[in-house]
């Protein structure tokens, strides 16, 4: 990414993220591509760019029909839902998705402005094009859960990427002729070797291309929830058409003959000094450097820039993901952070630790560990105690006021250098190394505070004062500077420290590639030092984020479906604990028969059952276990009657820590089968008579 010429009218810079599926809420992985984005558009602006950042919903397709049919809601009603959730979360997150001089940027594929757009383009399309779209019978197998083809033949098959069996698909669809566009989109790769980053991406789409490049389906006949085609309403648009359509209508694409009235659209697609970048995750890749570029080049506009892909976010090693059940929420992290905290530090230790922990451009883990473990290190023993132990002597030595350096100051060489490095890695979205050189100037600089001893520095005792002025004043040019360098990735704290050091202003607006070294003015006053990252209890908070993502999963009091009442999360494979993880869930770790053990398993008949008020999913059963009648809440009500479950054996987990559901307590678990996409709940029974109590092991 280049830097601007310093002229007065502003570079433009145009940042997109996919747009998220709205079937279910988002979870950590998907919001690690909005908060990357966020950095970018942060640190975009903080270099003089006009910046319009977009992020958005993509509401159609049969997945979406699907999840809406399961919870008996209209498709519309389950992207209400939905949409609102994405919101509140980049809300939480300060995601900064605007367009610079016009407002939120965030773009739903069910709004009237979106379906015109796409029908604009197709129609824009087929009059400049006129060989680009033609009408074929198509059959072969499509994977609706990644909403891909996955073969053109009808033979069955398991999509690759979820290993579900891909749909068989039979009927007569409008095509794209991809095939006709396979020599301009290897030109276009020549000539902007760029166009896909990181590099290896770049080879694997041009080996793609190089290969048999089939004409691809955009519409649907099956379906019924997408924008109709223009003048044969009996087809849908296919979900990819839409969703890549969308980057457009988020600035204001679809206005006019041709699409293109809208200035706001001119100004950041078609402008000769526009720059349109797509983030997106690397499974999405053909869709953004082959599909989207050839649909532009026929419908003669402009390319993006640049496409760049990054890395899955893994949890216990496979791609963190509603479907696979093996999810953590960001909100829970967010909130228990500054709940423990009593301040507001959860954004910056999600943001510090996603960035600082992954290579950017390659596969990394989360863990709930390693983010606690990242805080405490980085932010609150590191950045956030230099700032309080700079402050602290400021206020004690020199009466909370910066104070004139006693000689001169060269921290300026050196400065100019991590200055350089951190601005590089900025540029190529290299943040780890941004990050990371940040950090060791943090150590650095305790490290000098150490050597330097600004309580009692070792020079004559007349040049004392004037010694701990220059290191005082170093150091806090120091925290001063690191601050505005950091400001991108962990912004509410680094507002904080600037504050705390007596400057004025946002520091979102202020120029980070105008930084220079040495302009803390001597004088200022500076604020009441408090710690800006407190250092938090690992066991505590991991508890707290636990809870608090058992609420989220709760069947009875979320979105998600599920029969189990206990607290053992997602990740078991005992039965209705891994209530979003459907048939298909990955296997967990081997474990042996001691921890197996552990968990006392009961035969157990059901005596009462009945709905609890307020909760559509959730039923309150008296469960007899031979010594015991236990109250077992369970997420089965939409599929079983209060009535069909009096007599039934189950198996329950018995030595589950009791807890508590819409105010009412449950105390233990029923084991049962996660059937089909919406983890559909099959309770375990036994054929033979057998006495309620019996051990199950
Ligand atoms: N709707 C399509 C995109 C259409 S864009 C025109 C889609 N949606 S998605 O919700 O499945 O994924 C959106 C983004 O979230 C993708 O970039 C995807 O890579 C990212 N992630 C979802 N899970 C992720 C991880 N576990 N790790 C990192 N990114 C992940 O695809």
Redesign the pocket.
């Known amino acids: 990414m280049s830097q601007p010429d310093g002229k007065s009218t502003k570079p433009k810079f145009y940042l997109t993220?996919?747009?998220?599926?709205a079937n279910s809420r988002p979870?950590v992985?998907?919001a690690?591509?909005t908060i990357v984005c966020d950095v970018i558009a942060r640190y975009k602006r903080m270099c003089g760019y006009d910046v319009a950042f977009v992020t958005g919903t993509?509401e159609h397709g049969v997945n979406i029909e699907r999840a809406a049919e399961a919870k008996s809601i209209t498709p519309q009603q389950l992207v209400d839902q939905n949409e609102k959730i994405f919101r509140e979360l980049w809300k939480l997150l300060g995601i900064t998705n605007r367009i610079d001089d016009a407002g939120e940027g965030f773009v739903r594929t069910t709004s009237p402005e979106h379906a015109r757009a796409v029908q604009t383009l197709v129609r824009r399309t087929m009059q400049r094009s006129p060989n680009a779209i033609f009408k074929r019978k198509y059959e072969g197998r499509y994977c609706i859960y990644d909403n891909a083809y996955v073969s053109d033949t009808p033979e069955p098959i398991n999509c690759p990427t979820c290993g579900r069996p891909a749909e068989l698909i039979s009927e007569e669809n409008y095509f794209f002729r991809l095939s006709a566009y396979k020599d301009r989109l290897l030109d276009l790769y020549k000539a902007n070797p760029k166009f896909v980053q990181p590099d290896f991406r770049m080879n694997e789409v041009r080996s793609f291309v190089e290969g048999d490049l089939r004409d691809i389906s955009i519409s649907r006949k099956s379906i019924k929830w997408g924008i109709p085609w223009p003048g044969d309403p009996e087809h849908v648009f296919y979900v990819?058409y839409d969703?890549?359509t969308?980057?457009m209508t988020a600035i204001g694409y679809g206005e006019g003959d041709d699409g293109e009235a809208n200035p706001q659209f001119r100004k950041y697609w078609t402008a000769d000094d526009a720059y349109v970048m797509h983030m997106?995750?690397?499974?999405?890749i053909r869709?953004h450097a082959v599909y989207w570029p050839a649909f532009l080049m026929a419908a003669e506009l402009p390319l993006p820039k640049q496409i760049f892909a990054?890395?899955?976010?893994?949890f216990e090693q496979e791609?963190?993901?509603k479907s696979k059940g093996n999810v953590a929420y960001p909100e829970p992290i967010v909130k228990a952070f500054d709940e423990v905290t009593g301040a507001k530090v959860g954004n910056d230790a999600l943001r510090y630790y996603l960035l600082r922990e992954t290579v950017f451009g390659q596969d990394g883990n989360f863990s709930r560990e390693a983010l606690i473990t990242r805080y405490n290190a980085d932010l609150a023993n590191g950045l956030g105690n230099l700032a309080s132990r700079v402050l602290t002597m400021i206020e004690k030595y020199h009466g909370g006021v910066i104070a004139e350096p006693g000689r001169v100051v060269d921290f300026g060489p050196k400065f100019t250098e991590t200055y350089q490095k951190t601005i590089n890695s900025y540029d190529r979205l290299n943040f780890s190394g941004a990050v990371g050189e940040i950090l060791a100037n943090v150590a650095a600089t305790d490290s000098y505070l150490t050597g330097t001893k600004p309580w009692a520095p070792t020079v004559e005792e007349s040049q004392v004062a004037a010694e701990r002025a220059t290191i005082l004043y170093r150091a806090a040019e120091t925290v001063r500077f690191l601050t505005v360098l950091a400001h991108p990735v962990i912004p509410d704290g680094t507002q904080k420290i600037w504050e705390q050091l007596g400057q004025t202003g946002e520091l979102a607006d202020f120029r980070i590639d105008q930084l220079k070294w040495g302009e803390l003015k001597p004088g200022t006053k500076i604020g009441k030092p408090e710690a800006v990252f407190p250092r938090v209890d690992k066991k505590q908070l991991s508890e707290r984020i636990e809870a608090m993502e058992n609420e989220i999963r709760n069947p009875g009091t979320s979105t998600s479906a599920g029969a189990g009442a206990g607290s053992a999360g997602p990740s078991t494979s005992l039965g209705t604990g891994a209530q979003n993880a459907p048939a298909t869930a990955p296997a967990t770790a081997k474990i042996g028969i001691e921890d197996f053990a552990k968990v006392e398993l009961r035969v157990g008949v059901v005596k009462s059952a009945e709905r609890i008020q307020g909760a559509d999913k959730l039923l309150k059963l008296l469960v007899d276990i031979g010594d015991e009648v236990r109250q077992v809440l369970a997420g089965i009500a939409l599929a079983y009657t209060p009535e069909e479950l009096i007599g039934r054996k189950v198996v329950i987990v018995a030595n589950l820590a009791p807890r508590k559901m819409r105010g009412l307590e449950s105390n233990g678990m029923l084991l049962a089968a996660s059937v089909g996409p919406d983890g559909k709940p099959v309770l375990c029974t036994f054929a033979e008579d057998i006495a309620p109590g019996a051990k199950v092991k």
């Not at 997106?280 to 999405?284: F, N, Q, R, S």
């Open positions: 993220t996919p747009i998220y599926y979870h992985g998907s690690y591509t993509d990819w969703a890549l969308s980057y997106i995750g690397k499974e999405i869709f990054h890395g899955w976010l893994l791609k963190m993901s």
